[in-house]
């Protein structure tokens, strides 16, 4: 048996998002979150603008992050995305925020985001029953 | 008796903001409860910025956030800021975002941030005695 | 005679607008201009978000910043904006950014951004005769 | 002979980079072009998070940008970073940002940005030895 589906993507913080303590800025954490779904969404085969495409917007309507050490200017940072949960209209994702190099490598941070569909005017609407589909995939452990 | 200190603060959502799907960006909703808390912490006599040359910082490490309603372009923002709790080492401060304008006026977020206090090493430290003072006496309903 | 209209935006500086040196990030500045133009337009009785909605987009083609003096977190900033040319397709604005508190009062940057108007697809377009009216009345000084 | 030095960074146009235009606010391109800048220092064996422990500090007094094509979200972006001059105290970068997939590959923006050296009181001073050893060297053909 397999674990859930999981993505990892890597990337460097960039200056800009650095503060005068010296540290990543935490509201750049929820971008991070986001470049880690957006990743997620691709390994299924199904590409967040694609959707929006084709009129499905998802919206972020719950964010927790618990920050558990700094990251700094030019680390490399990894982001691990999975499924916590998955209903006709929500979906919540999980993620790892760590730091891949200098050494050592460090957690920094947890996080969940739960999003809701909407359609082209705003209005809630049910996942389209293929994503919804794909999502519910990834989010059980494989025989 | 009054009920413990709230400040307000209110400026319009930038267009930088906004995302492509027309409302603004939920992680700068972060950077708006930051707004509430430096004018918080001014309204009793204590800048941030003091705080910081006084080699006194304090980090987020945990944040989290309800997202009600979208807030669009140049829509009037209102920041609600209070503490929820005040403890030897931390602070969480409650948050509750609005429109005021234009109409109908409404509710966007509710969010509560959670802060340490680190010395210019990023070591924890006790809140220093006045700032906690300060805190406590802002947390507490007056008689 | 009286000089061309000039408006003036009034803000304080983030802490997330701040960077490990310590001072404001350069390209919020470009965001703080943004500000200034929105309060321009708003001068006239015409706002951004209404001309969107009317389906007239402006999109900058050419910004050119020189930096003077750093801001800081905190720092109450002074955007001065004007316009500096007005053709039938594009406007180019002017600006001067300064710290008004604490003291000394200091000029930090001097902008100037072009924009071209676009349709809802993305096309170029003449701007509405009123749009143009009202821009060149502006850039005029009055007798 | 060889051209001069140049590097290439590559990355994806984040959601949180997108306007309510629906294509990348035209800040965030100073924030690609510091990912160039910062790539291309790496490529000549001196980080940037190096110089500022060295006591270096490297601000921005200068920067123009010429928007062409707009960035979508998700488009990978490609930023080609060169030198443009090299004073004893300042250099200029170039940049040509572009995007590589989706098809058509298209030309987006063109950009240089002048730096000056400081030290850590914010003082100007003139760019240490060896790195404007290597910033010449970079700018210069080889033969």
């Known amino acids: 048996m397999t674990t859930p589906h999981r993505t990892v993507s890597t990337f460097r913080a960039r200056y800009a998002e650095t503060d005068q303590m010296g540290v990543v800025y935490h509201s750049h954490y929820l971008v991070w979150c986001e470049i880690g779904r957006t990743d997620f969404l691709r390994s299924l085969g199904r590409t967040y603008a694609e959707l ?30 999975w499924i916590e949960r998955v ?14 190099a200098p050494s050592p490598p460090a957690r920094l941070a947890l996080a969940t985001t739960t999003l809701v569909a909407l359609d082209v005017r705003g209005t809630p609407m049910r996942l389209p029953p293929d994503l919804l589909q794909l999502l519910r995939g990834a989010a059980t452990p494989s025989p």
């Open 87 to 100: 209903q006709s209209r929500a979906v919540t994702f999980g993620y790892e925020i760590g730091r891949v």
């Open 52 to 81: 929006e495409r084709e009129g499905v917007y998802l919206a972020v309507t719950e964010a927790r992050i618990r920050f558990l050490a700094p990251a700094r200017y030019d680390d490399e940072i990894r982001v691990e995305t």
